[in-house]
Nanobody, 115 residues
Framework: QVQLVESGGGLVQPGGSLTLSCVASGFTFSDYNMRWYRQAPGKEREFVAIIPTPGHSIIYAESVKGRFTISRDNAKNTVYLQMNNLKPEDTAVYYC????????WGQGTQVTVSS
């Protein structure tokens, strides 16, 4: 059974930091490109970052470049999203996505940036 379970969301003040985690199971994690997406209320889901399998480059959306860092630990089947200098416009549900031969999604974790 394939699972992607996100955690680490919450309420944070502008300028604050959060680290999201996504634990994968049920497939060969190291074979998959791992991505984070987000969806704000009333908006379409948008790409945030991708950390591919070895040999390919990490890519960030322009809106988060320099503030967010994606990383992965293949031994723990986990992908992370370190988010610094958070802004109100970062408020969204954040989703973990695994893509290669198949395409898997997590259930999402809410991030709210507000004073």
């Amino acid at each position: 059974q394939v699972q992607l379970v996100e955690s680490g969301g919450g309420l944070v003040q502008p300028g604050g930091s959060l680290t999201l985690s996504c634990v994968a199971s049920g497939f060969t994690f190291s074979d998959y490109n791992m991505r984070w997406y987000r969806q704000a209320p009333g908006k379409e889901r948008e790409f945030v970052a991708i950390i591919p399998t070895p040999g390919h480059s990490i890519i960030y959306a322009e809106s988060v470049k320099g503030r967010f860092t994606i990383s992965r630990d293949n031994a723990k089947n986990t992908v992370y999203l370190q988010m610094n200098n958070l802004k109100p416009e970062d408020t969204a549900v954040y989703y973990c996505n695994a893509v290669a031969r198949y395409n898997f999604w997590g259930q999402g974790t809410q991030v709210t940036v507000s004073s």
